[in-house]
């Protein structure tokens, strides 16, 4: 073991040994640099950097406020400064920001796909297995957060499986039309559907993304191309599995077709929790693949610098107003910041006190008006608004 850390609930460092909270200033360097949750310490300033927004573990709340309120029938939520409902014990903010949000809307399209596929194929005879369907597909979109892409095919396949026998063809629910058997097999394709689809658009996302690029954020382009490619592996192995069994060939394909829609919805359900991912990783909002920038100059403390630049006025340093190269740190294989042609950014000094000259410290500005602060000399940049 080269490190180990410990946190107690609201984030701040202390002694994995006998538990007890470090001193401001003593606390242990971290080895890649992140700690609690998964997230960027910002060990200059005693905080946490959620990527949307700032957060401070001393008091246990950000430093700006969260501009969505989810959950309004509960009063906790109205502390917009708040971490987790004031409840660290059971939830983590994965990104500052939708708190449980962005999960919600990934289950709902989720359960209306699954009932669309399911109408087309003609499976639904009542209201209430329409929405016992939506529940199946909103659980599996859901668990497939969490649990991946073959739990979440399972729960679709098997979900699907046992309603849809569950419900008949005339819509009242009889527990004798439904085989234990089938349900397990429905079970197992829909998981082989969900991984292997995930795999499949994995491997051609690189190609697909040229088309999709432009369609919302990577959640979007991720429903899209995993659930064309969960289509095409549904169809295969339903119709592969058909031939084994003994059905002619005709029988088999109808099956393949049978299987591709569910294969859509599991696909579609696998894409949005592995583009909800993808777009955490990156700092974007998972649907529109704008980046999440809560921080302002003013949680920053670097407003009056900002002030000065856009005003115009005379810069104090040499370093002021002189183009930043992004150059491509040692060891490193991309720029810190998005490539861009030479002369798009330019950097500004914000000083650093108790230091006669330049400092550590700087604001780069983009041409399209992307604004970065660094407090390491380059080591580290926090994109905010101003």
Known sequence: MVQELSYDAWGRLRNPANQTVYAPGEELALLLGRGYTGHEHLTQFGLINMNA????????????????????????NFNRYSYCLNNPLRYTDPNGEY???DDL???????????????????????????????????????????????????????????????????????????????????????LTGELGSKLGGAISPYINKLTSGIGGKAVQQALTQGLTGSATGFALGTGFALMNGAKLGDALKVGVKNAWQGFAIGTASGLASGMRAAYKAGENPWTGKPKIDVSADDLGISFTMDRIQAGESYPHSRDNTVFENRIPKGADAPLLPEKPMGYYHEYVHPTPGVNGPGAQRIVIGSGGEYYYTPDHYKTFIRFKY
Not at 53 to 76: H, I, N
Not at 119 to 128: D, L, M, P, R, W
Not at 149 to 161: C, L, T
Request: glycine residues 20%; negative net charge; proline residues 4%.
């Open 53 to 76: 927004r700032l957060y401070d573990p001393a008091v246990g709340r950000f430093l700006s406020p969260d501009p969505f309120v989810q959950m309004p029938e509960f009063s906790q």
């Open 99 to 101: 708190f449980l949000l």
């Open 105 to 191: 809307i990934a289950a709902v399209i989720g359960g209306v796909v699954n009932v669309v596929v399911n109408a087309v194929q003609g499976n639904i005879h009542s209201v209430g297995q329409g929405f016992a369907l939506f529940g199946i597909g909103a659980g599996g979109t859901w668990a497939g957060l969490y649990a991946g892409p073959m739990v979440s095919g399972a729960i679709i396949g098997a979900g699907n499986s046992f309603v849809n026998q569950g419900f008949g063809s005339n819509g009242n629910w009889n527990w004798s039309n439904i085989s234990g058997q089938q349900v397990l097999f429905d079970g197992i394709v829909g998981g």
